[in-house]
């Protein structure tokens, strides 16, 4: 059975950081193009971060609104995916969902800034 | 960015009848479109990729079609189940775009 755990959301004030850790079982982790994709309180979705598999160099990619602020990142020892988030600010908050190139996704995670 | 626009916002349709929901992209995204159902507190679940191939397990009264910058997502004889707000995802190219969602409800 696929799944995939997101863990590490909750209340931060704006300009703090969080990391959000995405854990995985079920499928082949590592030749998986792994995502990030948030919703925001009016419930629209948007694409966040991608990182790619050792064959494609990890090559990671942004949208423009967290480019510099926010880093994905894997570990295939650990099948787990990561978004380090930076200066977050008010219009960061909503659902954070980790997703295996769209197939799979998590329940999601709430990250709430506020202060 | 590519733009997606997708419509109607919302609609609602009676049990077993046919209903469409349309997605179009500022420029061509040569078939690389998914469609997704998201149900209330639940994540999006994908239903259709490249446009007009149906993800496994999802139920054969949902198609997708299109080509260029217009594609759109069917479900025939609508099932109570499906009641779900439905969102298109360009992957063309980056950034990824999502369309901004339509809600479906029974009439």
């Known amino acids: 059975e696929v799944q995939l755990v997101e863990t590490g959301g909750g209340l931060v004030q704006p300009g703090k950081s969080l990391k959000l850790t995405c854990a995985t079982s079920g499928f082949t982790f590592s030749n998986a193009w792994m995502d990030w994709v948030r919703q925001s309180p009016e419930k629209q979705l948007e694409w966040v971060a991608q990182i790619k598999d050792k064959s494609n160099n990890y090559a990671t990619y942004y949208a423009e609104s967290v480019k510099g602020r926010f880093t994905i990142s894997r570990d295939d020892s650990k099948s787990s995916v990561y978004l380090q988030m930076n200066s977050l600010k008010e219009e960061d908050t909503a659902i954070y969902y980790c997703t295996g190139g769209g197939d799979y996704w998590g329940q999601g995670v709430m990250v709430t800034v506020s202060s | 960015d590519i733009q997606m626009t997708q419509s109607p916002a919302s609609l609602s349709a009676s049990l077993g009848e046919t209903v469409t929901i349309e997605c179009r992209a500022s420029e061509d995204i040569y078939n690389g479109l998914a469609w997704y159902q998201q149900k209330p507190g639940k994540s999006p679940q994908l239903l259709i990729y490249?446009?007009?191939s149906l993800h496994t397990g999802v139920p054969s009264r949902f198609s997708g079609s299109g080509s260029g910058t217009q594609y759109s997502l069917k479900i025939n004889s609508l099932q109570s189940e499906d009641v779900a707000s439905y969102f298109c995802q360009q992957y063309y190219d980056y950034p990824y775009t999502f369309g901004a969602g339509t809600k479906l409800e029974l009439k």
């Open positions: 490249n446009a007009n």
